[in-house]
């Protein structure tokens, strides 16, 4: 004990150092292109869905985390904009339809993503290319009251559309090779606004007084209203972690305490399970062993065939219990004892002149067959079922 003791404060101590050291420890910067609403790394979108209020501010930001078929045809979403920032839309004919009423009635949906796939591609002629150059880039907008180069860095604003329907499709936004990088479809009385660069949106471009200005006017384009839609479902985005734990696996450092102290638990748990004294031997209890000793009683008889022998048995039982249960005499087997039985236990006359006979008969024979010796046994069975 005095040894587990010591090899569990060391092990302590090492656990508590391992903390600190990983606390301490610089968090290496995420640069995944999550545009996840919630995440403030780079390419995370914390700030433009926080900056929403202050684009529209007597708009309401609502969430949503359905399909575009749903959210329309349900009436989960009411009048006013609809914004997808996701890394791949992929919008199919059912969704396309009910994205067109909603637009066709009047609203407004705002979409960037790098990948268009589905029946918006298809029908919209949608396809997107990128820009080779490495380095800084630059976007203007088509608009002469927005006159301005936006430059930004780490590529994201290299992607374009290398084609789209021209008979529908009005040029929003180029970039500084002329390719053009954010479209406006016109459809009954709403606009639907298309931008191959979702990563002007992120946090790393928003910190920056140029992406800042870029994503303000893009966005502008989109109408004042009551309500302002944030579209989850396309991007994958999952509503946030409720469970206990959330905090743990939030921090690398703690989540690295949690699991070390899971291990440990398991440890000291498998090194307790040897026991720490004699095991006590199980003792059978004696086993009735009554039912076996008839058993092969039996047996042997049945393999002696001695009905004569099995016969006088029976009958001198017969004759103890008479003598000890109903106090009768038993000396012969004669008609004074068939009276007895009818007297004293009710019994029926030829039942009981029947028995008797058969006693009288079997009590000195020598040889009993098969047929007497069950006969004989049936009358006693009877007898003691009427007697009871």
Same mark, same amino acid.
């Given at each position: 004990?005095?040894?587990? &003791?010591?090899?569990?404060?060391?092990?302590?101590?090492?656990?508590?150092?391992?903390?600190?050291?990983?606390?301490?420890?610089?968090?290496?910067?995420?640069?995944?292109?999550?545009?996840?609403?919630?995440?403030?790394?780079?390419?995370?979108?914390?700030?433009?869905?926080?900056?929403?209020?202050?684009?529209?501010?007597?708009?309401?930001?609502? &969430?949503?985390?359905?399909?575009?078929?749903?959210?329309?045809?349900?009436?989960?979403?009411?009048?006013?904009?609809?914004?997808?920032?996701?890394?791949?839309?992929?919008?199919?004919?059912?969704?396309?339809?009910?994205?067109?009423?909603?637009? &066709?009635?009047?609203?407004?949906?705002?979409?960037?993503?790098?990948?268009?796939?589905?029946?918006?591609?298809?029908?919209?002629?949608?396809?997107?290319?990128?820009?080779?150059?490495?380095?800084?880039?630059?976007?203007?907008?088509?608009?002469?009251?927005?006159?301005?180069?936006?430059?930004?860095?780490?590529?994201?604003?290299?992607?374009?559309?290398?084609?789209?329907?021209?008979?529908?499709?009005?040029?929003?936004?180029?970039?500084?090779?002329?390719?053009?990088?954010?479209?406006?479809?016109?459809?009954?009385?709403?606009?639907?606004?298309?931008?191959?660069?979702?990563?002007?949106?992120?946090?790393?471009?928003?910190?920056?007084?140029?992406?800042?200005?870029?994503?303000?006017?893009?966005?502008?384009?989109?109408?004042?209203?009551?309500?302002?839609?944030?579209?989850?479902?396309?991007?994958?985005?999952?509503?946030?972690?409720?469970?206990?734990?959330?905090?743990?696996?939030?921090?690398?450092?703690?989540?690295?305490?949690?699991?070390?102290?899971?291990?440990?638990?398991?440890?000291?748990?498998?090194?307790?399970?040897?026991?720490?004294?004699?095991?006590?031997?199980?003792?059978?209890?004696?086993?009735?062993?009554?039912?076996?000793?008839?058993?092969?009683?039996?047996?042997?008889?049945?393999?002696?065939?001695?009905?004569?022998?099995?016969?006088?048995?029976?009958?001198?039982?017969?004759?103890?219990?008479?003598?000890?249960?109903?106090?009768?005499?038993?000396?012969?087997?004669?008609?004074?004892?068939?009276?007895?039985?009818?007297?004293?236990?009710?019994?029926?006359?030829?039942?009981?002149?029947?028995?008797?006979?058969?006693?009288?008969?079997?009590?000195?024979?020598?040889?009993?067959?098969?047929?007497?010796?069950? &006969?004989?046994?049936?009358?006693?069975?009877?007898?003691?079922?009427?007697?009871?």
């Amino acid at each position: 004990m005095k040894d587990f &003791k010591i090899y569990l404060s060391i092990a302590s101590a090492l656990m508590v150092v391992f903390l600190i050291a990983q606390y301490n420890k610089p968090t290496p910067i995420d640069w995944t292109p999550s545009l996840y609403y919630n995440d403030k790394i780079p390419f995370g979108t914390y700030i433009t869905y926080n900056q929403l209020n202050q684009l529209f501010p007597k708009a309401a930001i609502v &969430k949503t985390n359905t399909s575009i078929y749903h959210a329309f045809h349900d009436s989960v979403v009411s009048n006013g904009n609809y914004i997808i920032i996701a890394k791949s839309v992929n919008i199919n004919k059912f969704d396309f339809s009910e994205l067109a009423k909603y637009v &066709k009635a009047g609203n407004s949906i705002f979409i960037s993503s790098f990948n268009f796939k589905g029946f918006l591609a298809d029908t919209l002629k949608i396809s997107t290319a990128y820009e080779v150059k490495k380095g800084t880039s630059s976007l203007v907008f088509t608009n002469n009251l927005l006159k301005g180069l936006y430059k930004f860095d780490r590529d994201v604003s290299n992607q374009y559309f290398d084609d789209f329907d021209t008979a529908k499709a009005t040029v929003v936004g180029k970039n500084e090779y002329g390719h053009v990088t954010f479209l406006n479809f016109k459809i009954g009385k709403g606009n639907l606004f298309i931008c191959a660069n979702p990563g002007v949106f992120t946090n790393y471009s928003l910190l920056s007084k140029n992406g800042a200005d870029y994503a303000a006017r893009a966005l502008s384009y989109l109408p004042v209203t009551n309500t302002v839609y944030w579209d989850e479902f396309q991007n994958g985005d999952i509503p946030p972690d409720q469970s206990p734990l959330r905090v743990f696996f939030g921090n690398p450092s703690l989540q690295w305490a949690y699991y070390l102290s899971v291990v440990s638990l398991l440890i000291f748990v498998l090194y307790e399970m040897k026991r720490r004294q004699r095991i006590i031997p199980v003792i059978e209890p004696l086993k009735n062993s009554t039912l076996e000793f008839v058993t092969t009683v039996g047996q042997v008889y049945y393999e002696k065939r001695n009905n004569a022998n099995i016969a006088h048995k029976k009958i001198l039982y017969f004759f103890v219990y008479l003598r000890d249960v109903h106090n009768i005499k038993t000396s012969r087997p004669d008609q004074e004892l068939a009276d007895t039985l009818m007297a004293k236990l009710g019994i029926a006359t030829d039942f009981s002149n029947e028995l008797i006979s058969i006693i009288n008969q079997l009590e000195t024979q020598t040889y009993v067959s098969d047929s007497q010796l069950i &006969k004989l046994n049936k009358l006693i069975e009877q007898f003691y079922n009427q007697a009871r």
